[in-house]
Nanobody
Framework: VQLQASGGGLVQAGDSLRLSCESS????????LGWFRQAPGKEREFVAA????????VYSDSVKGRFTISRDNYKNTAYLQMNRLKPEDTAVYYC????????????????????WGQGTQVTVSS
């Protein structure tokens, strides 16, 4: 599975951005898709993930209520809609994927994901 993240940019606080993560795999629907981010000098952290199947979603507390993750299995693409952006959201955002057997399982740790995209920079100015 190859992942290609896009959609990052420079925005002001309060603005919105939508990130996309396109997959080349033919079994996209069998994978959990996750978004992580890494700010300079910090560890990579979980942002959001969506399960295979019915699309159960999980969010970190820092983005809950502002970000929405979704997926389109026909387009082999996952999205992260980011609203009310804050300067502390500034980071490189990575999409990741892991194939799961249990439909409701949604991993939230970096080590649980097998495939990673190249990252897209999001910068939020105050």
């Amino acid at each position: 599975v190859q992942l290609q993240a896009s959609g990052g940019g420079l925005v002001q606080a309060g603005d919105s951005l939508r990130l996309s993560c396109e997959s080349s795999g033919r079994t996209f629907s069998q994978y959990v898709l996750g978004w992580f981010r890494q700010a300079p000098g910090k560890e990579r952290e979980f942002v959001a993930a969506v399960s295979r199947g019915v699309g159960r979603t999980v969010y970190s507390d820092s983005v809950k209520g502002r970000f929405t993750i979704s997926r389109d299995n026909y387009k082999n693409t996952a999205y992260l809609q980011m609203n009310r952006l804050k300067p502390e959201d500034t980071a490189v955002y990575y999409c990741a994927a892991v194939r799961t057997i249990v439909t409701a399982n949604v991993p939230t740790h970096v080590s649980e994901y097998d495939y990673w995209g190249q990252g897209t920079q999001v910068t939020v100015s105050s």
